[in-house]
């Protein structure tokens, strides 16, 4: 598994969610960092969002999304909000 760094604007937008949400939002980043191709579990953020690592997506789940880069050896998560 990889491991999952939350950059402090994730953080502070996780604590600030419901925490039903909050739960969703971390079971979804487990399972990306467990994931043995990741970029298959995220929609691609940047506009022909495939090439080499870092790879930048959005992860969905059914009320959140978090904007992540996929690295090697980790994923980073750069912001968490609820979907409208």
Do not use: C, F, K
Not at 9 to 24: C, F, G, M, S, V
Not at 44 to 61: A, N, S
């Amino acid at each position: 598994m990889r491991p999952i760094t939350l950059e402090p604007l994730a953080r502070r937008q996780i604590q600030e969610l419901p925490a039903t949400e909050a739960d969703e939002v971390a079971t979804a980043l487990l399972s990306l960092a467990s994931a043995d191709d990741p970029t298959l579990e995220v929609d691609p953020y940047m506009p022909g969002g495939v090439g080499p690592i870092p790879y930048h997506g959005v992860l969905l789940t059914a009320r959140v999304e978090a904007v992540v880069t996929l690295y090697v050896d980790h994923v980073r998560v750069v912001a968490v909000r609820p979907r409208t």
